[in-house]
């Protein structure tokens, strides 16, 4: 069955990183378009960044621009995403997802990110 794995998250101060990974099982992962959206307490979930299985072309928001970076091992079924110069307002469950299809949407079961002094 397909497993999305996410690990990385914690407490971070402002200004700090933190990496976040992804590790998939279950489908072809080298042809998922793969993203990573974010649910922060009382707002929508919305997408974060996203990475295309052939090519590897990138997606982020406006306000992710510059500061996150998605990128994917296809050899070991994993996306990572990099977050530098977090903020509080990053502060959020972060989900992977991954897509092949309108039948074919699988995501993981999240892990928190809490940026505080």
């Known amino acids: 069955q397909v497993q999305l794995v996410e690990s990385g998250g914690g407490l971070v101060e402002p200004g700090g990183s933190l990496r976040l990974s992804c590790a998939a099982s279950g489908f072809t992962f080298s042809t998922a378009l793969m993203r990573w959206y974010r649910q922060a307490p009382g707002k929508e979930r919305e997408l974060v960044a996203g990475i295309a299985g052939a090519g590897g072309s990138t997606y982020y928001a406006d306000s992710e621009k510059g500061r996150y970076t998605i990128s994917r091992d296809n050899a070991k079924n994993t996306v990572y995403l990099l977050m530098n110069s977090l903020k509080p307002e990053d502060t959020a469950v972060y989900y992977c997802?991954?897509?092949?299809?309108?039948?074919?949407?699988?995501w993981g079961q999240g892990t928190q990110v809490t940026v505080s002094s």
């Open positions: 997802n991954a897509y092949k299809g309108p039948r074919d949407n699988y």
